[in-house]
């Protein structure tokens, strides 16, 4: 029951790496667990729909590349789906259960993911209403994940 993120974009800030590492580090000892991380794309330097769209379009692309046939994808969405975490520590044992053998998460890069990937989600998930930069994000991301791995094997985690 592997797990995957997809990231695109380097975690520049030192404390968002040293985060993430530490939640993985973690997650690993008790779920398998991997972060592909994509090069973003440049942003253009007189942004405009097309121009944006064309960057996360070729983002997409690499994002799409990356997905298997058979991986549950669930796309990081403002629009998505909210859980608390024992709902997502529900929702992960549920996904396993049912034969789903590797769950693939995806986190777009500033501009957002293309509809293309969006399309290819079995479902969306928001960590909030609220925006977040994609580097923030993918520390939450993992942080929930450890978390609803500790729920999941019947360890005491922290409310």
């Given at each position: ?7 695109v974009?380097?975690?520049r ?17 008790i ?11 440049p ?11 064309a ?7 690499k ?11 669930i796309?990081m ?19 396993f259960t049912?034969g ?5 998460f995806v ?20 960590m909030?209403k ?15 994940l ?9 360890e005491?985690?922290?409310?």
């Open positions: 029951m592997p797990v995957s993120i997809i990231c974009g380097k975690l800030e030192k404390y968002f790496s040293d985060a993430a590492d530490e939640y993985l580090k973690r997650l690993k000892r779920m398998p667990v991997s972060v592909i991380e994509l090069p973003d794309e942003e253009p330097a007189q942004p405009s729909d097309k121009l944006n769209e960057v996360m379009k070729r983002e997409g692309e994002i799409l590349q990356k997905i298997g046939q058979q991986d549950y994808v796309a969405c403002i629009d998505g789906k909210q859980f608390e975490s024992p709902e997502l520590a529900k929702k992960l044992s549920g996904l049912q789903r053998s590797h769950i693939t986190i777009g890069g500033s501009l957002g993911l293309h509809p293309d990937v969006v399309r290819r989600a079995d479902e969306r998930m928001s909030s609220m925006t977040f930069p994609h580097q923030l994000a993918r520390v939450m991301l993992l942080e929930q450890f978390r609803a791995a500790k729920i999941n094997a019947g005491r985690y922290h409310k």
